[in-house]
């Protein structure tokens, strides 16, 4: 079975905090995603990660950062922690890109900032 | 960010009865793309439909990708409580490989 696993279901943190939002895949896909999901809004695409330490930004990448020093693992890491952060985020994996490449999702962590 | 709007945006119905989602946009994707989010969990992929015109079936569920390939619908005939969950559409332009995700319809459907 597949699967995408995310450190943490819940987190909660401090304004100003550094924060690392860790995901695992044991598929050995080459493209990873981190997105973020309010309400109203649907998912919005953070990063993005093509291969061990290439990544792209994608739509919202303004106060996050992100690491992928092996192929199974991709963090996110939130610099300095704001109350506008306060979202459910979900990691992702795929094998292809485009056409009718399948995203494997995580359970996703909802974090709090407060 | 362009959204796809989906419709309803809520939806509570009783068990047995059909119901129709939608999801419109005004540009042309070249494929797109119908995930089910069960509440604490993340979402699974139900289909993906490339041609317009294009009705795909999933048991109960049937996919349309409209003509223009602007939109598409998820029509579920005698719904279940199992149908329970937030339904999202994603497209993706041709040349990108990045999927647009829909605002969401949250159905529930009641014993």
């Known amino acids: 079975d597949v699967k995408v696993t995310q450190s943490s279901r819940y987190l909660v943190k401090r304004t100003g905090e550094k924060v690392f939002l860790e995901c695992v895949q044991d598929m050995d896909h080459e493209n990873m995603f981190w997105y973020r999901q309010d309400p109203g809004l649907g998912l919005r695409l953070i990063y993005f990660s093509y291969d061990v330490k290439m990544k792209e930004k994608g739509d919202i990448p303004e106060g996050y950062s992100v690491s992928r020093e092996k192929k199974e693992r991709f963090s996110l890491i939130l610099e300095s922690a704001s109350t506008n952060q306060t979202s459910m985020y979900l990691c992702?994996?795929?094998?292809?890109?485009?056409?009718?490449?399948?995203?494997?999702f995580g359970q996703g962590t909802r974090l709090t900032v407060v | 960010t362009q959204l796809l709007e989906q419709s309803p945006q809520f939806l509570s119905i009783q068990e047995g009865e059909n119901l129709t989602v939608y999801c419109n946009s005004s540009?042309?994707?070249?494929?797109l793309q119908w995930y089910r989010q069960e509440p604490g969990e993340g979402p699974v992929l139900l289909v993906t439909?490339?041609?317009?015109?294009e009705v795909k079936k999933l048991k109960r569920l049937t996919f349309q990708f409209g003509d223009a390939r602007k939109d598409s619908s998820l029509h579920i005939t005698a719904a279940q409580p199992g149908d329970t969950g937030l339904y999202l559409c994603?497209?993706?332009?041709?040349?990108?490989?990045?999927?647009?995700f829909g605002t969401g319809t949250r159905l529930k459907v009641l014993a």
């Open positions: 992702a994996s795929s094998l292809n890109l485009g056409g009718g490449s399948e995203a494997f």
């Open positions: 540009s042309v994707f070249s494929s």
């Open positions: 439909v490339v041609t317009g015109g």
């Open positions: 994603a497209g993706r332009h041709s040349g990108t490989y990045k999927y647009i």
